[in-house]
Every structure is written in C-alpha cells, then in structure tokens.
C-alpha cells in the first residue's frame, strides 16, 4: 500500500483565494483525520470521519473551514477564503479503527501570502 | 475532555546522551498512549504505544516509554541518543473519544 496520499505538497497562495487540500486514505481505513499544524498551538485536530460521515468538526476553526468525504477513497479540506493566520503544515491520516494507530500522510505546506 | 501536556518544547543533546522527553495528561478514566516521531521532511508515524499491562513500554530504535498512573505520565527515554533521533516528538492520548489529541510536541536536536 502506498500509505496516505496528500496533494498538493506545497501550497502557496494569496488571500482571499480558495485553496482545495486532498487525501487519500488507506484502503480499508474506516477512519480520516484532517490535522493542523503550527509551531503555536502543535498538531490540532480539525475533523475526523468515520465511513465517510462527518463525527467531529469542533476543531474547524471557522466557517471558512469545510471538509467532505465523498466516497471511502477520498476526502478535502477546503479554506475560502483564505487568510494568512490559515498558514500551517495540513496532515491527513487514516486509522482501522477508533483507538488503533493513525497513519499521517506526508502534509500540504500551505503559505497565505 | 482529555488533554496532553508535553513540558519540553526543544531540547538540545550530544550523541550519547541519555533522553526522557515528559507528557502528562489528563484524562480520569482508562487511557491508552502513544508516542509519534516526525523526522525532518517525513511525516509523522507511530514510535510506540501502550494499551494495557506491563506499564514499562519498548518502541523502535531503542526508545522505551513509561506509563505511571498515579503521575499521569507516559515520560518517553533512550539512554544513548544519536544524530539520526534528531526529530520532532508527540505525545498523544486517547481516552473517551477514543480519538487521539497530541500534544505540542518537542523538538529534539542531537549534535553529532
């Protein structure tokens, strides 16, 4: 298996714009995690799926934050429109199940200019 | 809600030091604990993990974990680092949600 699949690797953008992040889990993962990180606050959790359906988005910083799961094999983030506090490393990872060990894909850098 | 508190932010060593990173949580009821490691320009994986028994936990690449209940800590050690554990670590629980929240992590850098 090739692991979590996240595109783009580096995002750079200017304000306002909308920016699309994408993963791929795992085949086979019931779980998908989408993930912030900043040198400030760590590794926040934003939202997390389980069979595709939304169970926790308390960690969405906004309503400029959305995130969809359309099908097991596929998931997005999307920022719109995006402000520069938004500029941070964004991980996806997928799990088996709750409690089991997550799976992180290598992260999209993403700079608001 | 649970919680993870990892006390050094960056840490600073030579090779052949011994290392203990500290998390403490806070949680009332059972735990289970994890410690992941982000080497430069990788991405996050699973360094060890403790779900029950023996509270004293081995990991990969010589690092071993210690789950003290009364303390509510998992403190993470190895007793010789080298340059290549030059890395970022986490701490992260899972209590009731069963969903991990990681703590702030700590960035160790070994000096060869």
């Known amino acids: 298996d090739a692991g979590v699949i996240q595109s783009p690797r580096h995002e750079v953008t200017e304000m306002g714009q909308e920016v699309t992040l994408r993963c791929k889990p795992i085949s086979g993962h019931d779980y998908l995690f989408w993930y912030r990180q900043t040198m400030m606050r760590g590794l926040e959790l934003l939202i997390y799926?389980?069979?595709?359906?939304?169970?926790?988005d308390s960690g969405m910083p906004e309503d400029r934050f959305s995130a969809k799961m359309p099908n097991a094999s596929f998931s997005t983030l999307k920022i719109q429109p995006s402000e520069p506090r938004d500029s941070a490393v964004y991980f996806c990872?997928?799990?088996?199940?709750?409690?089991?060990?997550?799976?992180f894909g290598s992260g999209t850098q993403l700079s608001v200019l | 809600a649970q919680s993870v508190s990892q006390h050094n932010h960056h840490v600073i060593l030579s090779e052949a030091a011994s290392l203990e990173l500290g998390c403490n949580y806070s949680?009332?009821?059972?735990?289970?604990l994890f410690w992941y490691v982000q080497y430069p320009g990788q991405h996050l994986q699973l360094l060890l993990k403790y779900f029950s028994g023996d509270p004293l936990v081995k990991g990969i690449k010589g690092f071993e974990a210690e789950f003290i209940k009364s303390k509510f800590s998992f403190n993470l050690r190895k007793p010789s680092v080298q340059w290549s554990d030059t890395a970022e670590y986490f701490c992260?629980?899972?209590?009731?949600?069963?969903?991990?929240?990681f703590g702030r992590g700590t960035s160790l850098i070994v000096h060869p």
């Open positions: 990872a997928s799990s088996l199940g709750d409690n089991e060990k997550l799976f």
């Open positions: 949680y009332g009821g059972t735990v289970n």
């Open positions: 799926f389980n069979n595709n359906v939304p169970i926790d």
């Open positions: 992260a629980v899972t209590g009731g949600s069963y969903i991990p929240t």
